[in-house]
């Protein structure tokens, strides 16, 4: 299993940023791990021009369910393959919480992904009253059941467990409460897809930064981390990554 450090930019970032992106590579030719940036959709066709040739995948932050269509404002998953991402994020907490997004919409959009040549990564969390109320895995649970697509492999998956009060936030939970909850999602997908779950990249998401990486990426079934704004600038970003590729 190769490693992967996921930067997601949300709705941030113009032209000048791409410049984040040469520092990026410049400062890591060929990590240990695999990096990905996921930009703006705007960013998509700049971004993998910039990073051709180097060790630095890029994704897509949404994707819709059909291949075409009328869907005014919205992007397929072949049109962000062919303007050269290689994933795509689906089922963010904010997009479940700000554009009501279901686990079933959330499952069609990775199926459509996985269709299109990209690897899908689907999101899950918890609130803190879910948290709070001991609901997290009941929740979780119930997330990954209904989001994960059918025919979903190590090759086409990954699974990033972000609890939505620590996103942008600045909290984590305990190192045992990530290790918790990323043991029983290995648990959970190997109910749903057999051995093939021990090859699905587990992320970690949720305020993640140099200062606390290293001891977040030492946790049992921590497979990388998906961030937020710590990937907006190479050295944090790097920092990040080289915690993972340590």
């Given at each position: 299993?190769?490693?992967l450090?996921?930067?997601?930019?949300?709705?941030?970032?113009g032209?000048?940023?791409?410049?984040?992106?040469?520092?990026?590579?410049?400062?890591?030719?060929?990590?240990?791990?695999e990096m990905?940036?996921?930009?703006?959709?705007t960013l998509?066709?700049?971004m993998?021009?910039?990073?051709?040739?180097?060790?630095l995948?890029?994704?897509?932050?949404d994707?819709h369910?059909a291949?075409?269509?009328a869907?005014?404002?919205?992007i397929?998953?072949?049109?962000?393959k062919?303007?050269?991402?290689?994933?795509?994020?689906?089922?963010?907490?904010?997009?479940r919480?700000?554009h009501?997004?279901?686990?079933?919409?959330?499952?069609?959009?990775?199926?459509?992904?996985?269709?299109?040549?990209l690897?899908?990564?689907?999101?899950?969390?918890?609130?803190e009253?879910?948290?709070?109320?001991g609901a997290?895995?009941?929740?979780?649970?119930?997330?990954?059941?209904?989001?994960l697509?059918?025919?979903?492999?190590?090759?086409?998956?990954?699974?990033?467990?972000?609890p939505v009060?620590?996103?942008?936030?600045?909290?984590?939970?305990?190192?045992?409460e990530?290790?918790?909850?990323?043991?029983?999602?290995?648990?959970?997908?190997?109910?749903?897809?057999?051995?093939?779950?021990?090859?699905?990249?587990?992320l970690?998401?949720?305020?993640?930064?140099p200062?606390?990486?290293?001891?977040?990426f030492?946790?049992?079934?921590?497979?990388?981390?998906?961030?937020?704004?710590?990937s907006?600038?190479a050295v944090?970003?790097?920092?990040?990554?080289?915690?993972l590729?340590?």
């Amino acid at each position: 299993m190769r490693k992967l450090a996921a930067g997601n930019w949300k709705m941030n970032g113009g032209r000048a940023a791409l410049d984040e992106v040469a520092a990026l590579c410049a400062a890591h030719p060929a990590p240990e791990c695999e990096m990905l940036l996921c930009p703006p959709a705007t960013l998509i066709a700049q971004m993998a021009w910039a990073a051709r040739g180097k060790a630095l995948k890029i994704g897509g932050q949404d994707c819709h369910p059909a291949v075409s269509g009328a869907h005014t404002g919205d992007i397929s998953a072949p049109m962000l393959k062919d303007a050269g991402a290689a994933y795509v994020i689906v089922g963010h907490s904010e997009r479940r919480t700000d554009h009501g997004e279901t686990d079933a919409l959330v499952r069609a959009k990775a199926g459509a992904a996985i269709a299109a040549g990209l690897i899908a990564i689907v999101c899950i969390g918890e609130t803190e009253a879910e948290r709070d109320a001991g609901a997290t895995l009941a929740v979780i649970g119930a997330q990954l059941d209904g989001s994960l697509p059918e025919g979903a492999t190590a090759a086409t998956l990954v699974l990033a467990y972000e609890p939505v009060w620590a996103i942008g936030t600045g909290r984590t939970p305990t190192i045992a409460e990530i290790a918790e909850v990323h043991g029983f999602l290995r648990a959970r997908l190997t109910e749903r897809i057999g051995a093939e779950a021990a090859g699905v990249r587990l992320l970690y998401g949720g305020s993640v930064k140099p200062s606390n990486a290293a001891e977040i990426f030492a946790v049992s079934d921590v497979d990388g981390a998906l961030v937020g704004g710590a990937s907006l600038k190479a050295v944090d970003f790097g920092a990040i990554v080289a915690a993972l590729a340590a």
